[in-house]
């Protein structure tokens, strides 16, 4: 039974690699889908964040590039790290440098589990949040 899940594990990883970037410049709401599933950003070629949503849309890019610090993740990594210096700087960082893939995945569970594992491979620049 482990080597299946391992086996689907890789696949998906596989299946997210192969995904068409979508770069943050050219984001529209109408170029993303309204599903669930897993996302990788990626900035200045190299994996930044690793997420997961019930709507990848409202999370890609009303949370992530138009919303606040209170609801996107990244730019308060971005700003607190010091990499940005607050999100209007972090928006136009993620429109020059940033893209993103993602795969589709309904389950919530799997959402989680992919997202941990791709966390793992990939080792993103932001996403692992502090332990409580």
Request: proline fraction near 5%.
């Amino acid at each position: 039974m482990k080597s299946k899940w391992k086996q689907f594990l890789r696949r998906r990883l596989r299946a997210l690699r192969k995904q068409p970037a979508l770069a943050f410049k050219n984001m529209t709401p109408a170029k993303i889908p309204k599903r669930a599933g897993v996302y990788l950003i990626r900035a200045k070629g190299k994996p930044y964040y690793v997420g997961r949503s019930k709507n990848l849309c409202r999370r890609l890019y009303t949370n992530h590039l138009m919303g606040s610090l209170a609801n996107a993740r990244l730019k308060k990594y971005l700003c607190t790290s010091g990499e940005c210096a607050d999100p209007e700087d972090a928006k136009r960082f993620l429109q020059k440098y940033a893209s993103v893939q993602w795969i589709d995945e309904k389950d919530m569970r799997t959402r989680g589990a992919l997202e941990g594992y791709f966390t793992a491979v990939l080792f993103p620049k932001y996403g692992i949040a502090e332990e409580h």
